[in-house]
């Protein structure tokens, strides 16, 4: 079973990894995540899941649910974003974690550098995270010899171009 961490469980791309994770519930366990403002969707997402650790924007939604919902950890800011990237949970030795970016912004920066210091895979939706970092995020996947994928659909046609039996001589964005 693979550990999945996901970062914007409430946008585009946050949904569709959730409608993924709906359809494969034996492979794949929603340990943490982290939403924006849209409360009442995490609230949705809670009952269908039961993740173990989640992160909110706003101190007063922290608040809200820590008393809700006392089983789950709860944090909020840019602080639970990288808690929620790095939660930890005891588990079999051959379950995978997988951390998926899908904030929007450069808030996405500090969050994937710590799941990649965690030997986390990261698949990465952000494309601010790679234009701010780049080099820095390149070389701790190097470092910690951890997985980096892109997930965006434009970032992964580029990425299938440069990996295809051709060879690229020029690539324009």
Same mark, same amino acid.
């Given at each position: ?13 946050? !949904?569709? !990894? ?58 909020? $800011? ?6 929620? %990237? ?28 710590? %799941? ?8 990465? %939706? ?7 970092? $780049? ?39």
């Amino acid at each position: 079973m693979k550990n999945i961490y996901l970062l914007g469980a409430t946008g585009s791309i946050g !949904t569709q !990894t959730l409608d993924v994770l709906s359809s494969f519930p034996t492979e794949y366990r929603l340990v943490s995540l982290s939403v924006g403002k849209n409360i009442q969707r995490l609230e949705e997402i809670i009952h269908q899941f039961h993740p173990k650790f989640v992160s909110v924007q706003e101190e007063k939604d922290y608040l809200f649910l820590k008393k809700k919902y006392p089983e789950i950890m709860f944090s909020f $800011g840019e602080k639970g974003l990288i808690e929620a %990237a790095t939660f930890s949970i005891l588990k079999e030795q051959e379950e995978e974690d997988v951390v998926i970016n899908a904030v929007v912004g450069m808030i996405g920066l500090v969050p994937t550098i710590q %799941a990649i210091e965690h030997h986390r895979t990261v698949l990465l %939706a952000n494309k601010e995270t790679l234009v701010v970092g $780049g080099e820095i995020i390149m070389d701790l996947v190097q470092k910690n010899h951890v997985t980096l994928l892109p997930i965006d659909s434009e970032h992964s046609a580029i990425l299938q171009c440069l990996q295809g039996n051709h060879e690229v001589s020029k690539l324009i964005i």
